[in-house]
């Protein structure tokens, strides 16, 4: 009731320099949260990072071996990335072959 009564009376008040300040923070924080994106790729790396200092721990006998896992993972990625590649690939030769046509048209009519 208490802080009901204060956020109504303060209505039509502009904003005190601490509150001006928390609204910024929560706008930074709201901006990095809307950018999903840079917190998966940082939480990917830190994945990663994670993998690889667990490999090479002192206790660890072999320091130079995955485990199955990590590779199947790596493995995967590379796999998709490559056919992503290889698409890719696909659509620019069919662009080419498609400005040819227009190339040729255009020199068509040029000519005419």
Known sequence: AVVSTQSTGKAGFSLQPEEEQLRVQLESIQQELNAPNLFKGRLSEMLSLIRMQ???????????????????????????????????????????????????????????
């Open 54 to 112: 667990s490999l090479t721990e002192p206790g660890n006998k072999s320091s130079t071996q995955m485990d199955n896992a990590v590779l199947t993972s790596i493995h995967s990625h590379l796999s998709r990335q490559q056919e992503g590649i290889s698409h890719l690939l696909d659509i620019i030769r069919d662009d080419l072959q498609h400005l040819d046509i227009i190339k040729q048209g255009l020199t068509e009519k040029v000519a005419s």
